[in-house]
């Protein structure tokens, strides 16, 4: 049965329970592929926002919500005006004369009053768009932290539950005829034990409209989805397919070109509107971090033409090695947030997001962590286009609710989601299903199941976690059940910062790894405060980071099976947990930048250590 069938059952599935049980909500649609390259209507900018920590818009004075009444009418998604100047009806919200927040953003870091906001906020915003005959319209958000109701000229697209991956909506027929509409959106950030991630992490639980908002245009018949990559371990065949949305999807030509590859072939959609290929290739300039080499890709169907731009490359493990096209690496990788430390917030657009990356190659990385939940697609294909290989992950994180089937739903969404934005995407090259949670029967079967997942979605990736160790004084123990389903052994160490004493006692750890995998340490790092100095014991010092550096890339570098680190982490970032007033204030500053974009003394360390870690590698 094909993902698309199993897909669609599923939606219809869902349209047919919530027209039953009366709460009309529509799925949302498949997530158009390389949807920013459509010619699209940007609804960035700024939205007017009503605070509503009581939810008054949402529910009446019963606790009833207003969009399951029989009229469906009554919440602030009417966005309801006075009929005349006497105001007969009684309206005590008015968005057009409310302030404003900018999109993309959270709310946190825009008003100081919203830095630890925690609840609904309503955003609204007026567009002017006449549809046009065969076209269809799709609204599309980058991501909405982390409970979003989505309403269009006062009608309900849905809900979408998920901080970081996008939401899409059809709304074809559901633009206004005289072609001016609103669109309404209730985010609510509030955090909850069932929810992915759960209720406790160690970063600020930004809310809001983080990413671009925009109206993507396409023909009646369209192309949905498709995917062109080199075939699992194989350089010399393209294997992917087209998947074609809308009426008429059925044996329909489709053609891909990639003409500086010599190639041109055409396709014929079965009954679902999918044509899969594998086709020979010529000798591709396989992408690499050294060489990030991008080609033109068409894919076109009738009117309807998409433009990517697409490296090939293959990845795979052999023992304890990891073959980028056929050849061991060495994963000189660092950790980092979605978020601009000099302007503290989720980053908020590709100067941002470059920024971060730029930094990283600064450090000598071929390689990042995006932790802990799914980037913006933007720093994806920045990365594919600066050569950075990249580990994309889910935000299963700590203490999941691991018995219960809507949290597992929940996780394995955004985990399709995840891939289903980044399977076109060379630089990545990882694909994570959590970090760092607690072994337990239902945690393996859950994480196990997120494991089998990504690799039926997408078998020509690496699959891993953070795992967890053990430890018996000096003695570490890497057998975390879960390692066995893994491609990567990986795991986050902290000896030297939250176990083993000083810096200088961290080359007395040694590490006993049950698996004979690569092993790729996702974390180690300590907190320093730029500027502050003191000799190598004195925690928070940027000697005592430094120092920690040393010792740890001295201790690691006796693991024979490591091939690859992603330190914790670029940049000192927000987090509710860091509550020191000195050190940290409400920030934690493992990052080898600080905050105002200081270099602290380990950046250093770290890059020395790049350099000849390249020297010895990229030179093969
Ligand atoms: C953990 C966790 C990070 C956290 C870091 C820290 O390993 O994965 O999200 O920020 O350690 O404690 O600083």
């Not at 697209?157 to 998920?162: K, V």
């Not at 190639?263 to 300039?285: E, H, I, N, S, Y």
């Not at 799914?374 to 994180?397: F, K, Q, S, T």
């Not at 990052?591 to 000849?612: H, M, N, P, T």
Request: hydrophobic fraction near 35%.
């Amino acid at each position: 049965m094909t993902y698309s069938f199993l897909l669609r059952t599923l939606t219809a599935v869902l349209l047919l329970a919530s027209t039953l049980t009366g709460r009309r909500v529509l799925a949302q649609t498949t997530l158009l592929q390389n949807a920013p390259g459509r010619s699209v209507l940007s609804l960035d900018g700024r939205w007017n926002y009503i605070i509503d920590p009581y939810e008054t818009g949402f529910y009446d004075y019963r606790r009833e919500a207003f969009d399951q009444s029989p009229s469906g009418k009554g919440g602030y998604y009417d966005n309801q005006k006075p009929s005349s100047k006497q105001q007969p009806e009684l309206i005590e919200y008015d968005f057009d004369q409310a302030a404003t927040l900018q999109v993309p953003g959270d709310w946190n870091s825009q008003d100081s009053k919203l830095l630890y906001y925690e609840g609904t906020i309503w955003y609204k915003k007026s567009f002017t768009l006449a549809p046009k005959a065969n076209k269809r319209y799709f609204l599309y958000f980058g991501a909405i932290n982390y409970e979003a109701h989505i309403y269009l000229n006062g009608k309900k697209l849905g809900m979408h539950r998920g901080g970081f991956t996008p939401i899409q909506y059809d709304i074809t027929d559901k633009l206004s005829p005289t072609g001016e509409n609103f669109v309404i959106v209730k985010a609510d950030n509030t955090r909850h034990a069932d929810a992915v991630p759960t209720i406790n992490t160690d970063w600020w639980n930004y809310g809001g409209i983080t990413r671009e908002v925009f109206i993507a245009e396409t023909p009646a018949t369209f192309i949905a989805d498709y995917q062109v990559q080199l075939a699992k371990n194989d350089p010399t065949t393209l294997a992917g397919y087209v998947q074609l949305g809308g009426d008429g999807r059925a044996g329909q030509a489709v053609t891909l070109t990639i003409a500086e590859a010599g190639l041109r072939q055409t396709l014929k959609t079965d009954a679902d509107g999918r044509a899969t290929f594998r086709v020979p290739v010529k000798k591709l300039q396989l992408w690499s971090p050294q060489r990030p080499k991008l080609y033109a890709v068409s894919l076109s169907s009738g009117p309807d033409v998409v433009q990517d731009r697409i490296g090939f490359r293959t990845i795979q493990t052999r023992g304890q090695d990891i073959l980028l096209n056929g050849k061991p690496i060495f994963l000189r990788g660092i950790s980092m947030h979605d978020e601009n430390p000099l302007i503290p917030g989720r980053a908020r657009g590709e100067g941002d997001l470059r920024m971060l990356l730029t930094w990283a190659k600064e450090l000598g990385c071929n390689y990042v962590r995006l932790a802990h939940y799914p980037h913006n697609e933007i720093m994806l294909r920045l990365a594919d286009e600066m050569g950075l290989l990249v580990w994309a992950e889910v935000p299963v994180y700590w203490t999941i609710a691991w018995e219960n089937p809507a949290t597992y739903q929940n996780a394995e969404a955004q985990l399709t989601d995840l891939i289903s934005m980044g399977k076109n995407r060379a630089s990545i090259v990882v694909w994570s299903v959590g970090n760092e949670t607690p072994p337990s029967a239902p945690r393996l079967k859950f994480m196990t199941s997120l494991v089998h997942k990504a690799r039926s979605l997408d078998d020509t990736r690496l699959v891993s976690a953070a795992l967890e160790l053990r430890r018996d004084g000096y003695a570490v123990t890497v057998d975390d059940p879960l390692g066995a389903e893994l491609d990567l052994t990986s795991f986050n160490e902290y000896a030297g910062w939250y176990w083993g004493g000083k810096p200088s006692e961290i080359t007395q750890f040694k590490f006993a790894i049950k698996y004979n995998k690569p092993v790729i340490i996702s974390e180690f790092g300590g907190d320093a405060l730029a500027g502050y100095h003191g000799d190598a014991d004195t925690r928070w010092s940027e000697e005592y980071q430094e120092a920690l550096y040393v010792n740890q890339l001295k201790m690691l570098s006796g693991i024979s099976g490591l091939r690859g680190m992603t330190p914790w982490i670029l940049a000192d970032f927000r987090a509710t947990r860091r509550q020191h007033p000195v050190f940290q204030q409400g920030f934690n500053r493992k990052g080898l930048i600080s905050s105002d974009g200081k270099k602290k003394k380990a950046f250093f360390v770290l890059q020395e250590y790049y350099r000849q870690q390249a020297l010895k590698y990229d030179t093969k």
